[in-house]
T-cell receptor, first 115, second 113 residues
Framework: DGGITQSPKYLFRKEGQNVTLSCEQN?????MYWYRQDPGQGLRLIYY???????QKGDIAEGYSVSREKKESFPLTVTSAQKNPTAFYLC??????????????FGPGTRLLVL | QKEVEQNSGPLSVPEGAIASLNCTYS??????FFWYRQYSGKSPELIMF????GDKEDGRFTAQLNKASQYVSLLIRDSQPSDSATYLC?????????????FGQGTILTVHP
């Protein structure tokens, strides 16, 4: 099955702890994205990557870090500098061929809670 | 700041009615527009995209785009209780924001039997 997987489904973070959210895709998409969604809100872009070994900050990158060492993988680390990390985190990917109009497809999400 | 605004909800319609969801965008450079459906606790799933002025139909769904008015809408005909969800509108930034989408805050739709 082609798709995007995210793990874990739920993640609990203690104060001062860094945690890493996993995102893997087997759609052969070049671009990958991380979004944060708060209750009753739309999606806000954290980081995105259009090619391996390159990534760009989105609108709310502070307190987060990413890496893109493989085309299939785009892990997100929520650092202790992120003071309000409780949210629903969504990973997405897209084909950068403009013939597909950048349609983004989403993984199932990770819900992060602070203990 | 590029913005996408959706009509405030929640929107409630009876089963079988037409649900109309509206969205405006601020960036005139935007070229592609997307409608996603998100069930409670789940991730967004793509319903349709549109990039040409006019209407685009897919089953019970019709997307409408008016670039002059910077307006996008989604019509759902013969609404079903299973259509009850949050609908997210998103736009790209055209050549300046290639690959990035800006999302609206979402409109909650409830279809009651």
């Amino acid at each position: 099955d082609g798709g995007i997987t995210q793990s874990p489904k739920y993640l609990f973070r203690k104060e001062g702890q860094n945690v890493t959210l996993s995102c893997e895709q087997n759609l052969n998409h070049d671009a990958m994205y991380w979004y944060r969604q708060d209750p009753g809100q739309g999606l806000r872009l954290i980081y995105y990557s259009q090619i391996v070994n390159d990534f760009q900050k989105g609108d709310i990158a502070e307190g987060y870090s990413v890496s893109r060492e493989k085309k299939e993988s785009f892990p997100l680390t929520v650092t202790s500098a992120q003071k309000n990390p409780t949210a629903f985190y969504l990973c997405a990917s897209s084909n950068t061929d403009r013939g597909y109009k950048e349609t983004q497809y989403f993984g199932p999400g990770t819900r992060l809670l602070v203990l | 700041q590029k913005e996408v605004e959706q009509n405030s909800g929640p929107l409630s319609v009876p089963e079988g009615a037409i649900a109309s969801l509206n969205c405006t965008y601020s960036d005139r450079g935007s070229q592609s527009f997307f409608w996603y459906r998100q069930y409670s606790g789940k991730s967004p799933e793509l319903i349709m995209f549109i990039y040409s002025n006019g209407d685009k139909e897919d089953g019970r769904f019709t997307a409408q785009l008016n670039k002059a008015s910077q307006y996008v809408s989604l019509l759902i005909r013969d609404s079903q209780p299973s259509d009850s969800a949050t609908y997210l509108c998103a736009s790209d930034g055209g050549g300046t924001s290639y690959g990035k989408l800006t999302f609206g805050q979402g409109t909650i739709l409830t279809v009651h039997p």
